[in-house]
């Protein structure tokens, strides 16, 4: 495909603060818990960063919506801020499966769930995902995932994730285009190249489809084939 017609495939608009504040305005804008949440996340100092936007959020949340899962996995849990919008979208009776290994960070989470009454719809295990991934029953069929952890362990994060995913289920990852950082061929970090890696490996399986979208620092949605 040469420039000319590259470009008349690009439209992806710019974004500003105005444009931005648009955009979540006229979504599923965040409510005061999750307003409260984002500024004890953002107390936190630099680290705060890792938090999910508010526009990702309600994606997300809807999405769970749509595909109404009785299982979701989420790996990386942080201050509860994007397992809060997952167990929103939950319907009556659905679990949330957490994983994640900082008791100082996910202590925050529980009392944001509890305060969002949707604490009876999580479970929080403390402990390296792939070993909670691991010891889940044999017959455990996962309906939507949403992967944002360390990023040189997402391909081994997806692979305990695919053999679980069910005929109609859905995993998301966050992060994947990474500020751009992605294409830009002097970034030789570790982070960047496990992303680069793990967007081929997706690409590359012919088990899976998957699309990447430009929402917050870029979600890939996968499927199975």
């Not at 500024?39 to 630099?46: F, S, Y």
């Not at 509890?114 to 295990?125: G, P, S, Y």
């Not at 069910?166 to 970090?189: C, E, F, H, K, Y």
Request: with cysteine.
């Amino acid at each position: 495909m040469d420039n000319t017609q590259t470009n008349r495939f690009l439209r992806t608009l710019p974004q500003t603060e105005e444009f931005y504040r648009y955009v979540v305005s006229h979504g599923c804008p965040p409510d005061e818990i999750l307003e409260d949440l984002t500024r004890q996340t953002q107390a936190l100092g630099d680290i705060g960063r890792m938090q999910i936007p508010a526009e990702q959020g309600g994606f997300l949340m809807l999405l769970t919506r749509i595909l109404a899962p009785a299982l979701a996995v989420e790996i990386g849990t942080f201050t509860g801020y994007s397992s809060l919008w997952i167990a929103r979208g939950l319907p009556e009776g659905s679990q949330l499966l957490c994983c994640d290994v900082s008791q100082e960070w996910t202590d925050i989470a529980r009392s944001f769930w509890e305060r969002a009454e949707v604490a009876d719809k999580i479970k929080l295990v403390l402990a390296p995902a792939a070993q909670t991934l691991a010891a889940l029953p044999k017959d455990t069929k996962v309906d939507f995932a949403f992967i944002d952890a360390d990023k040189p362990a997402y391909i081994s994060y997806y692979e305990a994730l695919v053999p679980l995913l069910s005929p109609r289920g859905v995993i998301a990852v966050d992060n994947v285009l990474w500020s751009g950082q992605v294409i830009d061929t002097n970034d030789t970090s570790a982070d960047t190249q496990a992303l680069r890696d793990f967007n081929s490996h997706v690409a590359n399986d012919p088990r899976t489809m998957q699309v990447i979208l430009p929402i917050g620092d870029g979600v890939t949605l996968i499927s199975l084939a």
